[in-house]
């Protein structure tokens, strides 16, 4: 079933000159895990603020085309109606959190639902044991480092179990294995919840091998759509400037050299490694 | 030169972020400081610039300690572009932002606009001269940021966390232009989390942990050192962790560069390079 519908899609900023994303057309499935990526300033963002309508109505501008989100007009539904069904993690931390401390920030979303005491305490204390923030739960949001930050803002949209939800680059500021743990977090919630996981992000060596299926942007259009080996392999991927995981590239520059490796492009170093391993026994 | 002798640091009285840190970093070097969360890399990068000053110990800029200058006067010999963009940028179009310290400095107006042009062509901004840069992306937010510190021309550069919203090609492009820098002789420091990119620049490598230097060594050393690594948070680049995984007789395991990893699997396989 088709949970986001996206079709010709076109949204101009107030006082642009030009459109940030111009005749957008795509679809994501209930319980997917979809990864779009594409160079800086390619609209990826814009496009995320119209899963939940915040582009047009807090956005304003101009937009064209036709936006259904859990079979909703996601352009005409009030924001706080879309926040049920899709969370948002903004790209700057500092952009959401609000509240004096973790705990009240992350309850707040529960609060405007009208979870009942008890639930909402469930759901908060389970979030931010996720996210690994329980020990934060007093302190203040705006005293803490920017990778802090970024958990205290996906375990505030987590408590809120979406439908979907929707992450603009949301582990930039957290070191390599943090950012880790908080991917496997999302990527579990994905599978065991079938909560829809939408992605934004440029750094596939760390998030391909979680992703269903691939959209690439570039300048305001989606170039490529599709499945995640298939599009890691395609020499358009490469001319738009995508980074290519360094296992996948080395598993390229092998096979270019009459290595007899298994046809499935690897998407992790674990992947390539299980495949030399098996070569090497040979 | 820059010289850190034995600094300790402490926002209130009951943490202390840094503790006991000393470092030297010479003309010309390229270091790379990277460590977990909440390790004091960016708190230890803010005393190069005295921004911040140590509650013991001593930081040297050129033989200057920053106690006994300003940060004004520093800033020209260090120049700090930040993590978040935002605490950075003011100004209403990208030019200005551009324009404002070396108004400050006093340059004269024909030199001012030729470092414009410079820096937006280098950056690749030239098409956002007059636009706002809170209507830019992260990514270009940042490179504005870095635009307006360049600009002035420092000896010694501190990027904290210069990849974040980076994509592919502007993080080539910013590997390039280090590695300019470096050949101008200038320093340059970077805070990063990213191993990729460290991998592929191979500089210096300081490792932190809770307020002190946990390693210190050639990239390609630490790098492929998976229980320093763990302990600092952070993972191995992906060539180092296929090899790690691999840990087969006659393959070395301190390998980061993607075409020495070739030359080595193709061997290994008993491929003959085409």
Redesign the interface.
């Known amino acids: 079933m088709a949970l986001i519908e996206i079709k010709g899609l076109t949204y101009t ?1 107030p006082g ?1 000159t030009q459109p940030s994303i111009s005749d957008v057309s795509l679809t994501v499935q209930k319980g997917e895990f979809v990864l779009i990526t ?4 390619c609209g990826k ?1 814009t496009l995320c603020r119209t899963f939940n309508g915040l582009i047009p109505q807090f956005y304003q501008g101009e937009l064209k085309g036709e936006i259904r989100v859990a079979d909703l007009d996601a352009a005409k539904q009030p924001t706080y109606e879309m926040a049920r069904h899709v969370g948002l993690v903004f ?2 931390p ?1 952009n959401q959190l609000f509240a004096l401390s973790v705990e009240k920030d992350v309850a707040f979303g529960l609060e405007n639902l009208g979870y009942s005491r008890e639930e909402m305490r469930k759901r908060v204390d389970w979030a931010m044991d996720l996210t690994g923030i329980t020990d934060l739960r007093d302190r203040s949001p705006h005293e803490m ?4 930050q970024q958990r205290v803002a996906i375990a505030a949209v987590l408590a809120m179990q979406p439908e979907i939800i929707v992450l603009d ?1 949301p582990t ?9 743990k908080i991917f496997d977090v999302i990527h579990d919630l994905n599978k065991t919840l079938g909560i829809s996981v939408i992605l934004v992000e ?2 596939l ?1 760390l998030t391909a091998r979680y992703a269903d299926h691939i959209i690439i942007m570039d300048q305001g259009k989606v170039r490529l759509d599709g499945d995640t080996r298939a599009i890691l392999a395609s020499d358009e991927t490469r001319l738009i ?3 290519i ?3 996948t ?2 598993y390229e ?2 096979q ?5 490796l298994p046809e499935t492009t690897p998407l ?3 992947e ?3 495949m ?2 098996e ?2 026994k040979n | 030169m820059l010289m850190v002798e034995d600094v300790h640091f402490s926002y209130s009285s009951s943490i202390e972020a840094l503790k006991g840190v000393s470092l030297t970093v010479d003309d010309g070097e390229f270091v790379a400081i990277m ?4 390790a004091g890399k960016t708190t230890l990068v803010k005393h190069f610039n005295g921004l911040l000053k140590p509650t013991s110990g001593r930081v040297l800029v050129d033989g200057v300690e920053t106690t006994k200058t300003s940060v004004a006067a520093l800033a020209r010999t260090v120049g700090f572009v930040f ?2 963009p ?1 605490h950075q940028l003011f100004s209403e179009t990208v030019e200005e932002e551009i324009a404002f310290a070396l108004k400050n400095f006093g340059y004269a107006p024909d030199v001012i606009e030729k470092r414009i042009e410079w820096g937006v062509n280098l950056l690749g901004l030239a098409q956002y001269r007059k636009t706002s840069p809170f ?6 937010r940042k490179r504005v940021a870095l635009a307006s510190v360049l600009a002035w021309d420092p000896k010694m550069l501190i990027l904290d ?1 210069p990849t ?8 080539e492009n910013l590997r390039q232009f280090i590695m300019q820098l470096q050949s101008q002789g200038k320093t340059i420091v970077i805070v990063t ?1 990213d ?2 990119f460290v ?1 592929e620049c191979n500089p210096r490598v300081v490792l932190m942990r809770e307020g002190k230097i946990a390693a210190d060594g050639e990239g390609k050393e630490i790098l492929t050192n998976p229980q320093v690594l ?1 302990e ?4 191995l ?3 180092a ?2 090899f790690s ?2 840990n ?1 007789p006659g393959l070395p395991k301190d390998v980061i560069d ?2 020495e ?2 030359t080595l ?2 061997k ?2 008993g ?4």
């Open positions: 900023y642009a594409g160079p800086s300033g963002t790209q700057n500092e480092s920017g990778g802090q680059e930039s500021f957290l070191d390599p294995l943090s950012a880790q440029h750094r060596d400037g995508v980074g995981p360094k296992a590239l080395l520059l092998l270019n050299e009459g290595a007899n992790s170093s674990e390539l490694a299980k030399l391993q070569a090497l | 460590g977990q969360n909440g993590q978040n935002d209507m830019l992306s992260g990514g270009e966390e974040i919203g980076q994509d592919h090609q502007q993080k989390h191993v990729e991998a763990k600092s948070s952070i993972v680049p992906q060539i962790q296929v995984i691999l087969a993607i075409y990893a070739k699997l193709l290994k396989l491929v003959t390079s085409r």
